[in-house]
C-alpha cells in the first residue's frame, strides 16, 4: 500500500498480535510468560504443514498454517497449564519462562528444527494479510468485553475468591485464558515465520516475551484496542527518533524505558485509557416480568438448606472449629456470634465452599462440603455471600460488580455476541435488569456508573449484598455486614435483611452488633473456641450465662479481626 | 436493522480476508533510469547523477562490535573514490539495531523509499537469510560483507558477498595449523545456540575430516554462557594438540582467558570471528598463540593495505579490523561494477558485481561470479608478541 | 570427576551471589525485581572504571562498588517501587516498573561506554593456579567461593541479629503488623533494597574480574538462572540460595560431564520447573499458612 512502510505497518500488527497473547491473560489477571515458547513451537510445526505452492492457484498457503498454528499453542498452552495453573503472580510467571527456555534449547538441540540454523520458508504473508488477523483478534476482544464470560475474566482479574463465589469457575477461566494466549502466540508465530521467510530458536527468546509484555502494558489491558496502540506506538516512536536525528545506539531504549516507567506510574490503564471514552452513566434497564420468571423458584419454608455433622477444621495444630452440627432451614434469618477468634468466618467458609473441612461432613444446597471443585460449585446450588473485609472488584463500576453476581442465574453470551445473535442481546439485557433490580435494591442506583472506592465504606458493603443477590440465591451467607455502619444505617440494613427473608430467602447472618442479631434473627448460635456453645431463640440465647461470659472476656481483647 | 448493518459488514469483512488471503505475483518492475547511464568506461566513466549506495548495519545492540567498524570502511571507501572523478556516491547506511524486523524494514526504505543501486551488508547471515530475498523480488543487487554463512549466495542472483565464507578461512587454517604445528588430535568447542558458530562448526567437522584430524573431545556451550570449565576440564583430560574454537567474540574472550587460566596451553585455532584486534585487546597475554584463519590480515602486505590501515586510523582513531577492510572493499566492488558498463543501474550493477575478476584489493585479488560467491586467498596468522602475524 | 564438581562449585558460588541480593527483596518484600540484573551489570562497569581509570587497588574496589549499587538500589526502590505501593497491581507494576528500571540503566551504561565490553586491565588480578590433590583451581576462583561465603554469612548474620535485620524479618512477615508495632516499613524496604543491589553489584564485579570484561549483557546472561535459584532455594531463603547456587552449577557440570553440553542449558530449567510443579515453595522453603 505505502511503498516502502510494508515492514512498518506489517511490524505493527504483529507486534500487535504478539501483544494480545499477553492481553488475554492479563485480562484474567494471570502472569503468564511462556509465549515465546507456545509461538516456537507453533511456528516450527507450521513449517512442516504449509505447502509451498499456493491453495488452489491463489489462496495463500498460510491459511493451512494459522489454524495448524493455533492448535498446536492452544495444545501446548493447556498440557503446560495443567501443572503451572496450579501457581500464582510471579511463581507463574517464572514457571512459564522455564518453559519458553526449555523450548528454545530443545529447539536450538533437535535436528528436524536444523538447531541454531533454522529453517528457511518463502514469506507469504503481506501486510494486509496481518492487519486481518488483527482486525479479526480485535473484534474477538470488543465482543468479549461485555460478554459473560469477558466479566468471568475480569472478576478473576480482580479477585479470584470473590469471584469463585460468584459462581465463576476460577480454574476453568484461568485455563480458558491461557489457552487462549496459547492459541494467539501461535498464530503469531506462524505469521513470523512465514513473515520474515526464516525462523531460528533464538527468535523465540526471553526478549521477545518482554517486548509482548511490554507492548501490551503499554496499550494497556482493560480495554480491547489496547495492544494495537501499544505495538502502534512502540513502532513509531524510533521512527520519530530518528527523524529527528537522534541516532545514537542509547537513545532508544532510554527513550523507550522512560515512557515504560511514565506509563506504569502515572497511566495504570495503559496509553488506551487516554483513549478510551468516559463512560456516560449506564442506561438503566428496568425489569419487565419475562426477566425475574425465568428465576428458578426458592424452596418452601422449612426444607433443610444445610446439614453439617460433626464439622470440623483445623490447620496444623490450630483447631479453628470443631465438632460442629447444625442444620440450617429454608426462610430462617440464622445469627451466629461469637468472640473473635471463635471460629465463624471458618465455618462460613466452609459453608460457601472456600475451604473444605477436615473432618466431618456436611452437605449444602445438595453439595457435599469438601467435594471437589471449589467455590463456584456452591455458588451455582445457590449460595451467595460476602466477605468480612469487602472483596469487590475494584476496577469495575458498580454495575459491572453486581452483573457478575447475575453469572449464574444467566447463560454464556460470547459465542452469540460474535454474531450478533439477537438472543445474545436478550440476555445481557436480562442480566442488567436483574443487576438494576438488586442496586434499587440496596439503593445504589445513583451510583452505578461509580468504582467501588469512590463509594463510602457502608455503600460498599451494600454494593457487596447486591452483587451476591443478583445470583438469585437460596442461603445467603453476609458476613459482619455491619461493621463499620453507622446505626441509622445499620438499622436500613437491618430492614432489608428482613424483606430478604420474606422473599424467601434464607440468611446466614455473621455479626458483632448484638442488637441488630437480636432484632433480625429467628435463631441464633453463639460459638467459642471453635465450638457451638449455645443455640436456640436469640432471647433466650443471649440470657445464656456461657454467652454472656464468652462476650465479656472478648470484649477486653480489642477489635482487631483475624480469623 | 442493526443485524443488517452488521451482515455488511460481515460480508465485507469477508470479501477482505479472501482479498488477503490471495497470492499476488509481485512483478518487479525494474524501470532502467537512463540519468543513471554515464558517458566513457573504466577510469574514464562518468555520470552525471549521484549514484545512490545503501547499506544495513547493525550499528547498535549485539552486533554493533561488528557494525561500526563496517560502517567506518564503507564510508571511507566511498570518501576515497568521490575524491576522484566521474562519479560520485551518496552512501546511506542504516541501522538494523541487531533485530530482523529492523532489518526488513531498512531494506524495504532503501529499496521503495530511497530507491538505491546497490546495497551493501547486513552485518549478520541470520538478517540476510530474511533480506535478501526481498533484494531478490526487488530486483536489486545486494552485496553480503559478512554474511559468511552457508547457502548465502544460493539466494539468488542479485545476492553477491565479498566475504569470505566460514569454510574458506577454516579449509586454509586447519591445514596451516596441521602443518605448522602438527595437530593430530583436538578437541572442537562450538556455540550451538548462534547459527554463524553453529554453521562454522558444521565446516570445521568437514575440514577436519578432510584432514584427518580426530576430534576427541567435542563440546558445546550457549552464546550467553559466562562458564566454561566443565567443557574446559573435558579439554584438559584428553590431551590435545589443539583447540578449534567457533565463537562469537562475546564468548571468546571469556573462554580463551579461562582456558589460559586453567593452564591449557595447547594453540587454539578459530575462524573469522577470530580475526579482530579487540581480541587482542582484550586478552592481551591470554592471545598469544591463537591461530586465526580470515579474509584480511593487518599483515598482508596487499595492495593499498597500508594506505587503508593508516587512513583508517587516522579518521576514526583506532585500527581497522576484517569488518572494515571488507566492507572497503565493498566500495570498491561496486564502483569497479559501476564503471564496467558505465551504468549505475540495478540491472547494470547486477550483472558487473558478477563479472569481477582477480580485483587488486587489500583482501588480495578478489573475485565475484555470477552467483554471487567470492573466491580469494585466506590469510592465517597467528598472534605473537600481541600482533597478527602471517603463518608461513 | 572431582575437577568437574570442583568447577560445578565455583560455577554455582557465582549463581548463589547473583541469586542473594536477588532473593532477599523477593522474601522480603514479595517483589521480583527485574532491575537486579542491570544493576549487577553496572556494579561491574563501575568496578572495571575505578580499576582503569583510577587504579583502585581491589581490596578498595568492593566496597565503593557496594556503596554505588546500594546507592542505585534507594533509587531504584524511589522510583520503580515506592510510587506503586498501595496500588492494587503493586506486584504486578512493580514488575514491569523495574523492567523499565533496569533498561534505563543498560541505556545510560551504552552512552557512557559504547557497544564494546570494557576490560579490567589484565594485571589487575594475579592469575595463579594451584593444583590441590590434583585439584586445578585459580585463585580467581578461591576468591570468588570465599568472597560468596562471607557475604553470606554476614547477610545471614545481619538478618538474624542486627535491628534492621530483625525489622526485615517483621517486615517479610506482614507489613502491616510490622508498622503497628512500630517498624519503620519505608526505611527497611529501602534498607532491603539498598543492601540487595549493593550484593548485586558485587557479585556483577566478581564475574567481570572472572571473566576478564563485561559488556552489557552481563547481568541477563544470569538473570534466568538467577530464577531458578531464588526457586528452587525457595522463597525469600537465604541458605536456600545458596545451596541452590552450588546445586545448579554442580547440575550444570554433571550434565557436561556425563550427557551432552548441548544439553546444559536445559538443566536449570527443568529443575526449575519441575520444582514448581511437585513443590512450589522450593527445597528449602517453608509453608505459609494462606488467610483468607
Known sequence: MLAGYDTLITTIALGAILAYSFHVVLMAGQLSLGQAGFASLAAYVSTLVVPAEPLFGSLSPVLVGLPVGALVGAGAAFVVGLPVLRLRGVFLAIATIAFGEMVRVAMTNAEWTNGALGVRVDKWVTFDFAWIIVAVLAYLFWRLGPSRVGRAFAAVREDELAAGSMGVNVVRTRMTSFVASGAIAGVYGVLFAYFFGRITPAAFDFSLMMDGLVTAVLGGYLVFFGPVLGSGFLTVVPEIQSALGLDAGWVHPLVTSLLLLAVILFLPGGLSSLLARRRPAPRRVDPDGTDLAGLPPLPEPGTAVAELRALGKSYGAVQAVREIDLEIRSGEILGVIGPNGAGKTTLVNMISGLEPPTSGEGEVLGVALGSNGGAHRFAQAGVSRTFQHSKLFDRLTVLDNVLVGTHVVSRPTYLRRLLWLPSARRDERRARALAWAQLDRVGLAERAHLRPGALSYGDQRRLEIARALAAHPTLLILDEPAAGMNHVEAAELAALIKALADDGITVLLIEHNVRMVLDTCTRLVVMNFGEVIAAGRPREVAADPKVVEAYLGATETGESEYV | MRFKKSSGTVVAVAALFASAACVSEEATSNTSDDALVGTGSGAECSIDETVKVGAVFSLTEAAAFAGEYQREGLELAFEEINATDGVSYELIVEDDKTSVEDSVAAFEKLIDRDEVSVIVGPTLSNMAFTTFPDAQSAGVPALGVSTTAEGIPDIGDYVFRASLPEEGALAASIPAAKEAIGIEQVAVLHDSADEFTASAYNTMMDVLAEEDVEVVVDESFATADTDFSAQLTKVQNADVDAVILSALPGATIPLVKQARDLGIDAPIVGGNAFNSPVLVGALEDASEGLIVGGAWSAAAETTGNANFMAAYTEAYDRAPDQFAAQAYTAGYLIDQAVRADCDANREAVKDNLGQILEFDSILGAISLDENGEVTQEPFVQIIENGEFTILQ | ?292
Open chain 3, 1 to 292: 570427576m572431582l575437577q568437574q564438581l570442583a568447577n560445578g562449585v565455583f560455577a554455582g558460588s557465582i549463581y548463589a551471589l547473583f541469586a542473594i541480593g536477588f532473593t532477599l527483596v523477593f522474601g522480603i518484600l514479595r517483589h521480583l525485581n527485574l532491575a537486579h540484573a542491570a544493576i549487577f551489570t553496572g556494579g561491574a562497569f563501575v568496578g572495571i572504571e575505578l580499576a582503569t581509570r583510577f587504579d583502585v587497588p581491589i581490596w578498595l574496589l568492593f566496597p565503593i562498588v557496594a556503596g554505588a549499587g546500594a546507592l542505585a538500589g534507594v533509587l531504584l526502590e524511589r522510583t520503580a517501587f515506592r510510587p506503586l505501593s498501595g496500588r492494587d497491581d503493586e506486584h504486578f507494576a512493580g514488575l514491569i516498573s523495574s523492567v523499565a528500571f533496569g533498561g534505563l540503566l543498560i541505556a545510560l551504561l551504552h552512552a557512557r561506554y559504547g557497544t564494546e565490553p570494557q576490560s579490567f586491565p589484565s594485571s589487575y588480578f594475579p592469575n595463579r593456579l594451584y593444583e590441590i590433590a590434583g585439584l586445578r583451581v585459580t585463585l580467581m576462583q578461591l576468591v570468588t567461593l570465599g568472597l560468596a561465603l562471607v557475604l553470606m554469612l554476614g547477610l545471614a548474620w545481619l538478618v538474624s541479629k542486627t535491628p534492621l535485620g530483625r525489622a526485615m524479618r517483621a517486615v517479610a512477615e506482614n507489613p502491616t503488623a510490622a508498622k503497628v508495632v512500630g517498624v519503620n516499613v519505608t526505611r527497611v524496604t529501602a534498607g532491603t533494597y539498598a543492601l540487595s543491589s549493593a550484593l548485586g553489584s558485587v557479585a556483577g564485579v566478581l564475574l567481570a574480574l572472572n571473566l576478564g570484561q563485561a559488556n552489557r549483557g552481563l547481568g541477563a546472561s544470569i538473570e534466568l538462572i538467577g530464577f531458578a535459584v531464588i526457586i528452587l532455594g525457595g522463597l525469600g531463603s537465604l541458605w536456600g540460595a545458596m545451596a541452590a547456587g552450588l546445586i545448579l552449577g554442580l547440575a550444570e557440570a554433571l550434565t557436561v560431564t556425563y550427557f551432552d553440553s548441548t544439553w546444559r542449558g536445559m538443566v536449570a530449567f527443568a529443575l526449575l520447573f519441575a520444582v514448581l510443579v511437585i513443590r512450589p515453595k522450593g527445597l528449602f522453603g517453608h509453608v505459609k499458612v494462606r488467610e483468607v
